[in-house]
């Protein structure tokens, strides 16, 4: 199926309450990096939180590819106040800051297999099978930059030593694929409504200054939202994917 076609087609997937979606039980989120999480499923996160529900966020990289030339923002401040945002951005949001885990991998070198990543997928396990979670989220694993591959597949691992989890995929690069090529198959899954939600997603989305605005002027190279690459997360729905077991 074309790409465009396919998130036409995910735009339209039925609609899921949160309890439907989640059991109302503990879950768990890994974010490849800090604001992913935000991004993809802020409006899931407020909405379990003002409900009582436990939710996990596991940040997988430190964040300190996203402005790699900065002289004001050298890798170790960089870090530092990309995991200030998270915190702001989960405050926002309702997260218990107990509830928030960084496993402080390279960012954009997320491994995809190895010591570094075994671990990680044993720190995931351990988590799931601690909180009671049933329902783990990652990135989808078509979203086309590296670390959320690597977080697809290590997602994928954990599902092989703890089966009885079901794991949902939520886009964040897929969005902005190229809609002449093709995927396989056609989208399953749902979405979430989270218009109630939004003003405080999008407050929360704010948080992540250092991503959204002229905070770090001093790197050209620097990544930041633009109006256009955020425009999918800002609306009165946020999508799962049903991970084919
Ligand atoms: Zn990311």
């Known amino acids: 199926m074309k790409i465009a076609q396919y998130l036409e087609a995910a735009r339209r997937l039925p609609i899921i309450s949160r309890e439907e979606l989640t059991g109302d039980a503990p879950f768990v989120i890994l974010s490849p990096h800090p604001d992913d999480e935000t991004l993809g499923l802020g409006g899931l996160i ?5 409900a009582g529900q436990e939710v996990h966020v596991v940040v997988l990289t430190d964040g300190a590819g996203s402005h790699p030339n900065s002289i004001e923002y050298p890798p170790e401040k960089l870090i530092d106040l990309r995991k200030a945002e998270v ?13 928030v885990h960084h496993l402080d991998l390279p960012d954009t070198k997320a491994p995809s297999e190895g010591p570094a990543f075994d671990e990680a997928v044993r720190f995931v396990s351990e988590l799931l099978s601690r909180t009671g979670a049933k329902n783990l989220f990652v990135t989808w694993d078509q979203d086309p930059h590296c670390d959320h591959k690597a977080a697809a597949a290590l997602a994928a691992s954990v599902l092989n030593d703890n089966p009885v989890v079901h794991l ?8 902005h694929l190229d809609t002449e090529e093709h995927l ?5 899954g749902y979405r979430v409504h989270i ?3 939004l003003t405080i997603k999008q407050k929360a989305i704010a948080a992540h200054a250092s991503q959204m605005s002229s905070l770090i002027g001093d790197d050209p190279t620097g990544f930041r939202f633009t109006a256009e690459t955020l425009a999918p997360f800002t609306t ?3 999508y799962v994917f049903e991970i084919p077991a």
């Open 46 to 50: 407020a909405q379990a939180r003002s």
């Open 87 to 99: 915190r702001a951005a989960g405050e926002i949001l309702g997260m218990d800051q107990a509830c």
């Open 168 to 175: 949902w995929a939520y886009p964040i690069w897929g969005w």
């Open 184 to 188: 396989p198959g056609e989208p399953r």
């Open 195 to 197: 218009r109630s939600e």
């Open 236 to 238: 009165d729905y946020e």
